[in-house]
């Protein structure tokens, strides 16, 4: 099996200096498209007046989300992961940002098979037909990273093949970097958005994505944790056919989460789906330390039942025992509106304030789960958003968060995927209900802050 991922220098040599500065100019100019337009409707929206403003924004919203998307696949790589994740976000962005990016989920264009046959051969060490009896060379599914084809074993067992593409770390080194540039530039035009956090999120956990190993231990992890609970499916990982650039796992096959039409004509119900949902994602979090933290559309099947199938462990994370104790706390803290220990929970987390004052950690409060627990939604309405979006800057302005745990970005990614799926489920979960068992139970089971912390 391979060792680990090449250092950047190398990266940065294997890719090529003319690749490199193509990809930088593209990403710049990218950005400058979809945000000058923005701009320019939102100066003359002040000179103008505000009536025309919302269609205006409209029509901005579907230029700018196919110029993503062609760009994505062009370019590929980075830029097509960051586009999936946008189309996850059905609760707060509007339908012509989802909609058009939503095909990238598992459609993207597909690597020739020669590429993927070498891909194979070289990490594996044998002609594709000494491993496996049957192989379709035509991909299940495509993405940002790698993609997945059927295949038989010798000893017939059905399969789902991923294979890394060629040189996707150095285009991830290169485009990582520009993506940096590009919003440290845009925090300078605007002040109020600063998404250089995300970056640095991304800097950190996708190396864990291109090791296929890594995600196979996750795999099986999630599985161990599950194994009680019969509606949730983890496909078995085939380890002699495994690599750092090749997984071989089990085939599971089901209906892609977000295909609601289909769940409807195979008797599924939706609203049961989302409560699935939750109730799993709440579990890996507050009871297991250690959850999917990717669990986009494509990522996510569902069987009659309804039973839950989780692929693609890449990006998954472990919390220290004290780190899942401390969200616990905050969960409670919310869910019983408890001001001190909500505060005292985020601190205790690693979150830190310009002048320590609590009303930013108490709106953030309202931000993470509070609102949505007051007003019994599982996901962020058109009415949520607008208000957390002005609360939000107003207090980040008055009192800036100068310290966030890495951990907590990754829970709130999933918390935002959560959302986005729970508005296409149209799901009704009573959060209250369904987190505060399991957060009472798990408090009951703590020893206090102090102590615990001895």
């Known amino acids: 099996m391979n060792g680990g991922p090449p250092a950047d220098a190398a990266l940065?040599?294997?890719?090529?200096?003319?690749?490199?500065?193509?990809?930088?100019?593209?990403?710049?100019?990218?950005?400058?498209?979809?945000?000058?337009?923005?701009?320019?409707?939102?100066?003359?929206?002040?000179?103008?007046?505000?009536?025309?403003?919302?269609?205006?924004?409209?029509?901005?919203?579907?230029?700018?989300?196919?110029?993503?998307?062609?760009?994505?696949?062009?370019?590929?790589?980075?830029?097509?992961?960051?586009?999936?994740?946008?189309?996850?976000?059905?609760?707060?962005?509007?339908?012509?940002?989802?909609?058009?990016?939503?095909?990238?989920?598992?459609?993207?264009?597909?690597?020739?098979?020669?590429?993927?046959?070498?891909?194979?051969?070289?990490?594996?060490?044998?002609?594709?037909?000494?491993?496996?009896?049957?192989?379709?060379?035509?991909?299940?599914?495509?993405?940002?990273?790698?993609?997945?084809?059927?295949?038989?074993?010798?000893?017939?067992?059905?399969?789902?093949?991923?294979?890394?593409?060629?040189?996707?770390?150095?285009?991830?080194?290169?485009?990582?970097?520009?993506?940096?540039?590009?919003?440290?530039?845009?925090?300078?035009?605007?002040?109020?958005?600063?998404?250089?956090?995300?970056?640095?999120?991304?800097?950190?956990?996708?190396?864990?994505?291109?090791?296929?190993?890594?995600?196979?231990?996750?795999?099986?992890?999630?599985?161990?944790?599950?194994?009680?609970?019969?509606?949730?499916?983890?496909?078995?990982?085939?380890?002699?056919?495994?690599?750092?650039?090749?997984?071989?796992?089990?085939?599971?096959?089901?209906?892609?989460?977000?295909?609601?039409?289909?769940?409807?004509?195979?008797?599924?119900d939706k609203r049961a789906v989302a409560q699935k949902l939750i109730e799993i994602f709440t579990a890996q979090i507050l009871r297991d330390g250690f959850f999917h933290a990717d669990p986009h559309p494509g990522n996510i099947l569902v069987q009659p039942g309804p039973r839950i199938v989780l692929l693609d462990f890449g990006l998954a994370k472990d919390f220290p025992p004290a780190f899942r104790d401390a969200m616990v706390r905050l969960t409670f803290a919310i869910l019983t509106a408890n001001r001190e220990a909500i505060v005292a929970a985020f601190r205790e987390l690693g979150f830190r304030t310009r002048d320590d004052s609590p009303e930013t950690l108490l709106t953030l409060a309202n931000v993470f789960l509070g609102n949505s627990v007051k007003r019994n939604r599982a996901y962020a309405d058109a009415a949520l958003v607008e208000e957390f979006s002005d609360e939000l800057p107003r207090a980040l302005r008055a009192n800036p968060i100068i310290e966030v745990p890495a951990d907590v970005l990754l829970v709130n990614r999933v918390m935002g995927l959560m959302s986005g799926l729970g508005k296409t489920l149209d799901s009704q979960v009573n959060l209250f209900a369904t987190l505060m068992p399991h957060a009472s139970r798990l408090m009951s089971g703590q020893q206090p802050p102090s102590a615990s912390r001895e």
């Open 12 to 268: 940065t040599r294997e890719l090529g200096a003319a690749t490199r500065a193509r990809r930088f100019i593209s990403v710049v100019w990218l950005a400058a498209r979809i945000y000058a337009p923005y701009k320019a409707i939102q100066l003359w929206s002040r000179i103008a007046g505000e009536a025309k403003k919302e269609p205006r924004y409209r029509r901005q919203d579907a230029r700018a989300a196919r110029a993503l998307y062609r760009a994505s696949i062009r370019l590929e790589g980075l830029l097509i992961k960051a586009s999936q994740f946008i189309a996850t976000r059905a609760d707060i962005l509007p339908d012509e940002w989802v909609t058009t990016l939503g095909g990238l989920h598992d459609r993207v264009p597909a690597r020739p098979f020669a590429i993927v046959r070498e891909q194979i051969e070289r990490e594996l060490g044998r002609p594709i037909g000494e491993l496996f009896a049957e192989f379709d060379e035509a991909p299940i599914a495509a993405a940002s990273l790698a993609q997945v084809h059927r295949g038989l074993t010798r000893d017939g067992r059905r399969c789902a093949v991923k294979v890394q593409y060629p040189h996707i770390e150095a285009i991830v080194a290169a485009d990582l970097r520009n993506l940096t540039f590009t919003l440290r530039l845009l925090a300078m035009l605007e002040r109020d958005f600063d998404f250089r956090p995300l970056a640095r999120e991304l800097l950190k956990y996708l190396p864990m994505e291109l090791d296929f190993l890594n995600e196979a231990r996750n795999s099986e992890t999630i599985a161990r944790n599950f194994a009680g609970d019969g509606g949730v499916v983890v496909p078995r990982v085939y380890h002699e056919l495994t690599t750092r650039r090749v997984l071989t796992m089990e085939l599971v096959e089901g209906i892609k989460v977000t295909d609601v039409a289909a769940l409807e004509r195979a008797g599924i």
